[in-house]
């Protein structure tokens, strides 16, 4: 099969540089080719391990697993949006400073927990932002995710190691 | 920077927002049954108070849901 | 000697260490811990400006932000202009000059980085003085979470210029810091209080390293906020009251006791007040002369004003008549305080004149979740701040459904307080040297000048004399401009009233309010996943909406013509790839969405076969085109959409709007796909031997796979939906694959028509191939007034539907006339190319336009220039000369029909 290019591919290492020049008090990475579903009516079967579904509005889910799930083991008024977004997962004590510089909304612990997610902008590009047990995972739309870890990436500067 | 009670989402900046205008505008049931001075009016003539306005908006940035609020123009509280 | 009038201990700075800096070209020493202002004054420097309209030596008048006289240009290490000397903070190697009302931007772009935090809060204190301090620490105890923002280098408040409770407010700043859940932030000035309990703050950032920034802007959503931002003290309106040496006497008390300097040697104090007695008190233990104590309220009044470049004597007169000429330096001056209400005023709230105080204080009355503690409510007594600053912490701490805890204040011991004077205008003298606002150089004669005039408004007697309009926004004037406006008018100060206040409480450089919003990150950069091979291979990009797109792609020693050209030619005679992928994708589905595409469109969807494809074209209901696009039909309930590139969101939008608003009954979901699908664009005669060699499992036969249909198979290997449509009048296709394929696809069609000469081409090119056809571009070719039958495309309207979205206004008068502006071709002299935007006459010598060009291009096709144009009943003028202006004058052009190349559609199927 051939080569799949994730929107980020070309930036791995630039990402990786952060949690080093951060002494790891920012940490980010693309989690690439995620299956993601958009579906408008929740399927009955029970989800397979590692498959989340957030909910995006009051009939609009989505079904984020790992790679290489089918849209049609969802249901019919499933949509196949997986190469719509990518993944960028962050994580590091710093984190929530750093989003804080991007996004308006409240992340605080006590209001958004793990497991909570919310459709809003970061740094004026849309994005899912689900906070899971290890940090926060951004769903970026692909046209925007150079973008965005660009800006990740200068905003990390603020948490440079040793300053 | 209004907050607006998205009724799905919650609170939210007015810049994740657009603004739709007057609300309890509807679509005429039968376009054809109206003369053009009354085609106008559905098209163009909107209320502009100084005070309560019942109006649209639509959680753009969000959850792409359309609601209705009140709001006091003057103030910007949303009343309801 | 340095610093002559430092004192020998005592004060907030650090003494071991000295400050170098240079101001005026002049060599001074301060201390960390100074301001500019401060270590001025520790010089013995009271003259640092001059008054923007009169020249009049100006000094230092205050010790904050309200200072309205000392302003100075910064030259190093970067230029800023127009900041005021009380405001900066000393640090080694400042070079600044005083200025004379205006500064100078710096030439160079800023170095320095800004950037931007959001923060949610609880509790959200403002000043942390006595009130403030009180305030949080109260609602810290609850576990609430808690900002505190503060303009100074350390909290303290007003208690750093009386000299009290220090330790208090160490121990205080001390929890503070510790609490996990407060934000202590000082070197903060909230300037801007906006809905909602919204408030923007700028924090200066000192000594960091390059890479991190300078001032940041902190945007505060708070559940609640105490607002404990203080009083600033007013001066006295009387002649010569703008002297180096006049001195506000809280100033006065703040630099002896913070900073350790004397502002003189010898003063008289003229007040109306009992703080400026306290002044007197700290001053003179330090060492400061008090010539005499002039107290308004017994009787004194002052009489004259000596000195120019500095107050040299002044002249009182006593309760008993005699006057007295009293050699001073210093002349300090209390006309009260007034409580800083300009945030509570941003808030929406009122300012009202409160006889007892003397002053315009907050009502109280504020719709939003704020409450004011301390002196900026009027309380003026520091236990009485406290106690309130308490209170409010406790409230706030009950609304975000927390308990307080017991907190300790300090015990403080309160005089009796004599109530002020409310006094503006001291009589004597020329009003035309009795200044009101120092820094617009206003004065009683101004306003006199004005009320005489006919005005009684505060807001017009602004406007004219320029009050309160500076750089300070009125801080130190504000209120005595009321005052002295009602004196003249003769009625009571608090029917006149203040101006309003507006952001910002400070200045605010627009680097700070951009932070990181610059360059690229001004607006997001929108790439496709081909970006990569495009910028390797020599694209030049084009912004659409926030897209960057190929342009075009020059070879060496090719220029934009020769490079489209080249590209144009290749497409109508070879093969030729673009990508396309930028176009908006929406899948539309659910047992109702050909009913609901039937509304939106003009033509009729529903009778679309699974397998084909429609142009489609979307009015609003007031019949004005909105966008256009393809509409396929996936299954009977299942359709893909697409839009025009910047129109995406838009168009999805509109959906979800009628679909939410109008027809909730209808059984529709609409979701975005864009960046699902990677779009490559194959067009040109050779187009279809690229695309078998590819696809070989495809049916590429005229017959097997005709015009718009689509087809899904495999491409290069890869899954992919191919359609039979065009944007150029050639032979093409658009194949769509997975945005993580398109690398690969677009590599595999350059290899199998690299045989072919296969040429990639951008929007330039992309622009002459569907202007030569005649294909308008929503929102270049149209502006919101076009309707679909203005542009030709009345074969696109349907007349079999019974209603869809801009029907009936195609009847309306104004719709219908015959007149409308409609698009046409033209054809100009040879050679020339039309400037987009050109005014359409009938005549050389007419000066009334017809139309516009709306599109201009070079064609390879047709061997000339051409252009598309909306002209008034333009299509029953084909076959005319109308006149187009060029920048030095007109040329003639022949009007035509929009399609000007393959009109009778042979090249479609190859």
Redesign the interface.
């Known amino acids: 099969m051939a080569e799949r290019n994730s929107p980020l591919g070309g930036a791995t290492d630039r990402l990786a540089a952060v949690a080093a020049a951060t002494g790891g008090a920012v940490t980010v990475a693309e989690v690439p080719f995620l299956t993601q579903i958009g579906v408008r009516a929740l399927p009955s079967t029970s989800t397979a391990v590692d498959v989340n579904v957030l909910q995006l509005g009051p009939d609009e889910w989505l079904i984020v697993g790992p790679p290489g799930l089918s849209a049609a083991s969802a249901d019919s008024s499933a949509v196949d949006v997986s190469a719509q977004r990518t993944t960028v997962a962050m994580g590091g004590s710093r984190v929530l400073d750093l989003l804080a510089m991007g996004c308006a909304i409240d992340l605080h612990p006590r209001v958004f927990r793990v497991g909570d997610c919310a459709q809003t902008t970061m740094a004026h590009a849309p994005v899912i932002i689900w906070r899971r047990e290890t940090g926060f995972w951004i769903l970026v739309r692909a046209s925007f995710a150079a973008h965005l870890a660009d800006w990740i990436v200068d905003a990390a500067q603020e948490f440079t190691a040793g300053d | 920077?209004?907050?607006i009670p998205c009724p799905?989402?919650g609170p939210?900046?007015?810049?994740?927002f657009?603004y739709?205008g007057q609300a309890g505008v509807?679509?005429p049931a039968e376009?054809?049954a109206?003369s053009?001075s009354e085609?106008?009016k559905?098209?163009?003539f909107r209320e502009n108070p100084k005070g309560p306005f019942r109006e649209?908006w639509?959680h753009?940035?969000?959850?792409?849901?359309?609601f209705s609020l009140v709001r006091d123009t003057v103030?910007?509280?949303v009343l309801r | 000697m340095s610093q002559p009038f430092r004192t020998a201990s005592g004060g907030l700075v650090d003494r071991g260490r000295a400050l170098a800096f240079l101001f005026d070209g002049r060599e001074y020493e301060g201390h960390p811990g100074d301001t500019l202002a401060s270590a001025l004054l520790a010089n013995g420097v009271h003259r640092v400006s001059s008054g923007i309209r009169t020249g009049r030596p100006r000094g230092i008048f205050a010790a904050g932000v309200e200072e309205p006289n000392a302003l100075v240009q910064i030259e190093e290490p970067f230029p800023e202009p127009m900041l005021t000397a009380t405001t900066v903070e000393l640090y080694d190697g400042l070079v600044a000059r005083g200025l004379r009302g205006q500064g100078r931007l710096a030439a160079d772009p800023d170095p320095g980085r800004y950037d931007g935090m959001y923060a949610h809060c609880d509790v959200l204190v403002i000043g942390a003085g006595p009130a403030g301090l009180a305030a949080a620490m109260v609602a810290a105890s609850s576990g609430a979470r808690v900002v505190v923002v503060d303009d100074q280098i350390r909290a303290g408040g007003s208690l750093l210029g009386t000299g009290e409770h220090l330790v208090w407010v160490d121990r205080v700043t001390a929890e503070l810091e510790a609490a996990p859940e407060v934000r202590l932030l000082t070197r903060t000035t909230a300037f801007g209080y906006y809905d909602d309990n919204y408030v923007v703050a700028v924090q200066r950032r000192p000594g960091l390293p390059e890479h991190r920034a300078r001032e940041r802007v902190w945007r505060i959503r708070a559940r609640r906020v105490v607002l404990a931002t203080g009083a600033h003290e007013r001066s006295l309106a009387f002649a010569g009251n703008d002297r180096p040496g006049v001195m506000l006497a809280g100033a006065a008390r703040t630099y002896v006791n913070r900073y350790g300097v004397l502002p003189g040697r010898r003063a008289v104090v003229l007040t109306g007040n009992d703080s400026a007695h306290d002044a007197a008190r700290d001053l003179a233990a330090a060492g400061v002369e008090i010539a005499a104590v002039a107290d308004l309220r017994d009787g004194w009044a002052i009489t004259g004003v000596a000195g120019t470049e500095r107050v040299e004597a002044v002249t009182l007169r006593a309760p008993d008549g005699i006057e007295r000429r009293l050699e001073a330096d210093l002349l300090l001056v209390s006309g009260g305080w007034n409580p800083v209400g300009a945030l509570y005023s941003q808030a929406g709230g009122r300012l009202v004149f409160d006889p007892g105080l003397a002053a315009f204080r907050p009502d109280g009355n504020c719709r939003q979740a704020l409450e004011v503690a301390g002196a900026a409510a009027g309380s003026y007594k520091l236990g009485v701040c406290l106690a309130e600053g308490a209170a409010a912490g406790k409230r706030a701490a009950e609304a975000a459904g927390l308990v307080a805890g017991e907190i300790v204040l300090p015990a403080v011991t309160e005089p009796e307080v004599t109530p002020p004077l409310a006094v503006w205008t001291l009589p004597g003298g020329d009003p035309a040297t009795a200044f009101v606002d120092l820094q617009r150089d206003v004065t009683v004669a101004d306003l006199t000048r004005a009320t005489g005039t006919g005005m009684r408004s505060a807001e017009h007697v602004k406007r004219y004399t320029t009050a309160g309009t500076a750089h300070d926004q009125g801080k130190t004037s504000g209120a005595l401009t009321s005052g002295v406006i009602a004196e003249l008018l003769g009625v009571e100060v608090g029917a006149l009233g203040v101006t309003t206040f507006r952001p910002p409480f400070t200045p605010v450089s627009f680097a700070a309010l951009a932070g990181r919003n610059r360059g690229m990150r001004f607006d997001p950069v929108r790439v496709t996943a081909l970006h990569a091979w495009h910028e390797a291979n020599g694209a030049l990009f084009e912004n659409v909406g926030q897209w960057r797109r190929p342009w075009y792609y020059p070879r060496e020693g090719e220029d934009m013509a020769a490079a489209v050209l080249r590209e144009c030619w290749a497409a109508r005679e070879g093969v030729a790839m673009m990508d396309a992928s930028t176009l908006g994708k929406i899948d539309v589905r659910g047992p109702d969405a050909a009913v609901f595409l039937d509304r939106l469109y003009t033509n009729m969807i529903s009778t679309l076969a699974p397998g084909a494809i429609r142009y489609g074209v979307m009015c609003r209901p007031d019949g004005m085109v909105f966008d256009d696009g393809t509409v396929i039909r996936l299954a009977e309930d299942r359709f893909l959409v697409t839009t025009t590139t910047g129109n995406a969101a838009a168009v999805l939008d509109w959906m979800e709007e009628w679909l939410q608003t109008e027809w909730p009954e209808l059984r529709v979901h609409c979701t975005s796909v864009t960046e699902q699908w990677a779009t490559v664009a194959l067009v040109g005669p050779d187009s279809r031997r690229v695309l078998a060699t590819l696809a070989p499992a495809l049916d590429v036969s005229r017959e097997g796979f005709p015009f718009m249909t689509w087809r899904d198979t495999e491409v290069a290997g890869l899954e992919a939906r191919v359609c039979r449509i065009s944007f150029s009048g050639e032979l093409a296709y658009e194949i769509n694959v997975s945005w993580w394929d398109a690398v690969t696809l677009w590599e595999a069609l350059l290899a199998a028509g690299a045989p072919l000469g296969i040429t990639p081409y951008g929007t330039e090119t992309m622009h002459v191939l569907r202007a030569e056809k005649g294909y308008p571009i929503i929102g270049q070719d149209t502006d919101g007034t076009v309707t679909p039958h203005d542009l030709g495309l009345s074969w696109a309207v349907s007349r079999k539907k019974a209603d869809f979205l801009g029907r009936r206004s195609f009847s309306r008068t104004d719709t219908a006339r015959p007149d409308r502006k409609q698009l046409v071709g033209l054809l100009p002299d040879a050679g020339t190319l039309l400037p987009e935007g050109s005014h359409l006459l009938t005549g050389p010598d007419e000066t009334a336009a017809l139309g516009h060009v709306t599109s201009s291009y070079h064609s390879a096709a047709l061997g000339r220039t051409f252009a598309l144009a909306l002209v008034r009943g333009g299509r029953g003028l084909i076959g005319q000369t109308l006149w187009a202006t060029l920048d030095d004058g007109v040329t003639p052009v022949a009007v035509t029909g929009s399609v000007l190349y393959d009109p009778e559609g042979t090249r479609r199927d190859g």
């Open positions: 920077m209004m907050l799905w989402c939210r900046d007015e810049s994740e657009h739709g509807a679509y376009p054809d109206l053009d085609w106008a559905y098209l163009f649209r639509s753009s940035a969000g959850c792409r849901r359309w103030t910007n509280e």
